[in-house]
Structures are given as structure tokens and as C-alpha cells.
């Protein structure tokens, strides 16, 4: 995989996350600029009405960001893809916006993706060096449980990562990229096909300031895009075990 130059968009979902802003911005741009790349961040925020519009205003004096204001359409994963479409860069990089994700971990995921050496990488909280800071049991195990059927689809340990950065080039492989709820980087890694994985280790910290948008709601959706992806990833398997049910349910019902 030949190697790029130095330049990334880092996309950032937002919904009221305006007091969050500030330290994300002089944090990321603190870390590129120490390791000397060019980086643009591009703000998609679904009409939040907190006064992040004139916050990245003020931002945009010092660093090169900008919002994306979608009125009418909201979703975490929709406003990924729509950053990417405004990404001026070759590699992109996707974070939250509360700090969970550590902005001085930017470069070195960018790094792998600029060097070739992966062509997807994730912010994992669970390789050597990784770890959810703070979180009670309880959170652990809901994550954990959530992670397994997803072990299943990608060889990532973190496939529920919301870190992660690619080329523009393997987004664009995407086949019938369907962006709903929360788990973009796992519809990405399924969709794209991917192969050449790279995880960094990640301490994930609670959210800086606001609250939570992780309803039980996505929660759903969550399973709803798992039966899609394994539907995609393994079709013969998928509808063989739906055949066997019906056999089996046949045979219950009216040969017994
Ligand atoms: N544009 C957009 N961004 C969203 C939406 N829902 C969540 N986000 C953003 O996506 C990122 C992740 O959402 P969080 O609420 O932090 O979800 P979480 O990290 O699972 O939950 P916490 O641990 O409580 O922070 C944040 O930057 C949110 O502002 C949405 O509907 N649209
Ligand atoms: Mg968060």
C-alpha cells in the first residue's frame, strides 16, 4: 500500500455538544500540529440550536474547522458519511465530540493510515494499553455483551469503536452502505471489505460536559444493523440456518 501525504479531515458527529467544542479543537489541532500534520475538522451537527454554529465561527479564527448544519435529518452514522463527503483529505478520521476519545491519540491512528500500513484503524479500549476509565460494572458488561456478535463480523477487538480512522479510497469501496444508528465504523469495516487492520490502544474517559444521545432506541437499531451485516457477510450461512428452522418447524407442525 503506497504511502500518502500528511493531510487529514477529521470528522466530528455533533448534537448539543457546544461546551465540548473549545477543548476539542485546541487539543486535536495542539496534537496534529506537534506532529506536523495538516488537518482540517469538519463539525456535522444535527441543528443542535446551542450556539455551536457561532462557537466554530470563533473557532475557525485560529484552526481550520467549520460546521455542517443538517436541518430535517438526524443520526450519528448519516452525519459521518455526510462529513466525509465534505473531507477535503485523502484520510479520514472519526471522533466524538465530549473528549471520550483521547485527541492526543489523532496522530498516531493517522500515522498508520498515512504510512500504509492498515487501511482501517481503531482507537481500542480493548488491546494491551486500552481501558474504559471509570466505568461502573454494569456499563462493562453491557459493552462487552454488545461487542461479541460483532467479534464475529470483523477480526477488531474494539468493532464498537467510535475512533477510527481510513482512506477515502476504502469508504468509497462501501457496497449497499446502509447508515443507521450508532455502529458506523462496523458497517464500514463489513461493507468495505476490508483486510488490513490496525488497533491503537485507547483509554476511553466519560464524556466531558452534556449528556449522553445513546438511547434504547439505538439500541434496537443496533440489532437491526447486526442481522443486516450478517446477512451481508455471510448469505449462504444466513439463509441456510432460516431453511433448517423452517424444515425443522415443518417437520414439528405436520410429520409428528
Ligand atoms: N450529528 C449527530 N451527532 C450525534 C447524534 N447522536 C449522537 N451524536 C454525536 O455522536 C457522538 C457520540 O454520542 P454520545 O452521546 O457521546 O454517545 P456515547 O459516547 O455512546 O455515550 P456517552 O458515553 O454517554 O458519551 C457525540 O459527539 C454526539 O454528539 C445525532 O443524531 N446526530
Ligand atoms: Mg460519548
Redesign the pocket.
Known sequence: MEELEQRLSVV??????AD?LRPLCERVFAATRASAIEAEMII???D?DDGSEAIVAELANDFDVRIVV?RGE???S???V?GFEEARHEVLLV????L?HPPEKVPELARKVFDGEAEFVVGSRYVGGGEMRDWPFLRRLNSWVATVPARLLTPVRDPMA?FFCLRRETWRRAERLNPIG?KIALELMVKCRCRRYAEVPIVFT??LH?????TFW?QLLYLRQLCGLYVFRFPGLVIGGILLGLAGLIWLVWVR
Open positions: 466530528v458527529p455533533t448534537y448539543r455538544e465540548n456535522v451537527d444535527d443542535s443538517r438526524r443520526g450519528l448519516s452525519a459521518v455526510r471522533m466524538d465530540a465530549d471520550s467510535g450508532y466519560d464524556r452534556g449528556t449522553s444521545k445513546l439505538q
